[in-house]
């Protein structure tokens, strides 16, 4: 007689729970036209800005009352098919939705999309017994560990330092751009772009031995090297910063002395 065990044969996986780092686009609003010009004026010279990136769209942040800009929009899964499809135009990957009606999470997930657990469709404005005052939340700082350039940059040649400070030790040519997502410290001639706090931290910095950029930018925020704000230091050691006031956004250029 043939005896049988009666133990189970072991698994060929094992399902754990991990965290996933995403990135969440804060939609205001639902015209997706006005979102392709905001695309193409922050994101259109830097195509490979994004690399597959997982995210998460968030719609908490569209406007509680419909307005001329919001009244309709996204909840039908054919306008989710649009937004994906462009998203993806970027090397975004749309994973999930977080926030929202309840038509434009019903939307989302026949499009494909999931649910962010947490983040129930908003029916009612909730009860508020005093003002809330709404604080963002805070830019990831680069970590620890620069990503150190020792060869020449030239023409059409693109570095991204992406979570960290950027150090370039030798000439950033014309049409050469290098990218951070801290500081950019560069100890030789920038003649070409450099874009510091590409993920929008606004602390971050651009330092050059020798300033004649093409085109320089902070958080967003861009200016040409041609501008009159340059001639006081072109050719000279200095760097770039940026300042928020009543007037707005702005990038300041002042000299380093040695």
């Known amino acids: 007689m043939t005896g049988t065990s009666g133990t189970r044969p072991p698994l060929s996986f094992d399902i754990k729970s991990t965290l996933l780092s995403l990135v969440a686009l804060q939609l205001k609003s639902t015209d997706l036209s006005r979102l392709s010009s905001g695309f193409a004026l922050r994101f259109g010279e830097t195509p490979d800005f994004f690399d597959n990136d997982g995210i998460v769209i968030d719609l908490s942040f569209l406007p509680r009352q419909p307005t001329s800009e919001s009244l309709s929009g996204l909840d039908t899964p054919l306008e989710f098919f649009a937004l994906i499809t462009f998203l ?68 059409g040649q693109q ?28 100890y030789a001639p920038l003649r070409g772009r450099a874009i510091a706090g590409a993920q929008g931290n ?19 925020v861009y200016d040409t090297g041609n501008h009159s704000v340059f001639e006081s230091v072109y050719g000279k050691a200095a760097q770039i910063s940026l300042v928020s006031d009543r007037g707005g956004d702005r990038l300041i250029v002042d000299k380093i002395h040695a």
């Open 159 to 186: 570095v991204y330092a992406r979570g960290r400070d950027l150090i370039v030790m030798a000439m950033v040519n014309a049409g050469a751009e290098v990218i951070a997502d801290g500081h950019i410290h560069i």
């Open 88 to 155: 993806r135009s970027y090397r975004l990957r749309p994973l999930a939705i977080r926030g929202g009606s309840a038509r434009q999470v019903a939307a989302a997930m026949a499009a494909g999309l999931s649910h962010e657990p947490g983040a129930m469709p908003r029916a009612t404005p909730p009860r508020v017994e005093k003002p809330v005052r709404r604080v963002p939340a805070p830019v990831p700082r680069p970590q620890v560990g620069a990503l150190v350039i020792e060869k020449p940059l030239r023409c």
């Open 202 to 220: 606004s602390d971050a910095r651009i330092f050059a031995m020798v300033m004649a950029a093409e085109n320089v930018g902070i958080a967003g």
